[in-house]
């Protein structure tokens, strides 16, 4: 297994970091320990979950995998912010929300620490100060060791890097945005934004919730339920024929289109660990295979010529980000 330095920390993660959105709703319990514990002994030491992942019991099942000894071999990363439920305080970036969300995540988890904590989406209504300020305060009260963010906007992100500095709060260490060959838009300036501050990039759908594994078709919503469904907008034309594109280098290359869509991301400047994230074991398997695809320069100019760099054919980006912002300056309603 690669092991890269997260961000400006001197902390070793795996080159691929296990998502566990799908376990404890679309994974059985028993299947998601039985992942989690392959991935490690496959050498994976970062693991990323988040409070809302099947209302919490995605937490509780990572929970019960790591628990004794397999605890301290593993990153342990989650995520507040998120909406819960309907009443005041149960969603947002609040130092009310932030912390109850903590404890309650200490609890699923069953460890005294959170290896890295971030906040999953920006809070536009809660002032930046009140968030980092008690991110801090979980660092310094030793619940919490890293402090992360998600789907942030870069000037959201490099505000809350100068706040940090000038009251010497922890700061920032990585970004979790969405990232794949079908939305290039974060190497139009995420990127350089944080390897200039020295950020890591851990991105999330790397292979486009399963399109770029190339089972869907123009018939796709006929094949029944998937992780696709609710995503309509993102199966789009030119999905499908950048993944028809791409199939026969794939094919060429000895590897399937998944593996190659995330050995690409994989090796993409910036990125310290994409994030998979496994419904069954052979999806764990065919993750740890991309890790052995070689990605050439000849490759990377044929990928650019399908799929040009900054460019995009479905929304992960905007919709995660620059819709929220737009929002909140009252330029659109939603």
Partial sequence: MEYRTLGRSSLEVS???????????????????RIIDAAIDHGINFVDTANVYA???SEEVVGEALSGSKRDKVVLATKASNRLGKWPNEGGSS???????????????????????????????????????????????GKVLYVGVSKWAPAWTVEALMLSDRHGWTKIVCEQPPY???????????????RRHGVGIIPWAPIAAGVLSGKYTGDAKAEGPSRFDGFGSR?????????????????EKGCTLAELSLAWVLRQP?????????????HLTSSLKALEVEITDADR??????????????????????????????????
């Fill in 15 to 33: 080159a691929l970091c296990l998502g566990t959105m799908n376990f404890g709703s679309r994974t059985e319990d028993d299947e998601s320990v």
């Fill in 55 to 57: 209302s919490g019991h």
């Fill in 95 to 141: 130092r009310y929300h932030i912390t109850h969300q903590c404890e309650e995540s200490l609890r699923r988890l069953k460890t005294d620490r959170i290896d890295l904590y971030q906040l999953h989406l920006m809070d536009l209504s809660t002032p930046l100060e009140e968030s980092m300020r008690t991110m801090d305060d979980l660092v310094r009260q």
């Fill in 180 to 194: 794949n060959l079908l939305d290039r838009r974060i190497e139009n300036q995420l990127i350089w934004t944080c």
């Fill in 235 to 251: 199966l789009t034309e030119g999905a499908l024929e950048i993944v028809g594109k791409l199939a026969p280098l794939a094919e």
């Fill in 270 to 282: 910036g990125i310290t660990a994409p994030i998979m994230g496994p419904r069954t074991m052979d």
């Fill in 301 to 334: 100019d044929r990928i650019d010529e399908i799929a040009p760099p900054g460019s995009h054919v479905t929304d992960y980006w905007d919709v995660n980000v620059y819709k929220r912002l737009r929002s909140a300056a009252g330029v659109t309603r939603s």
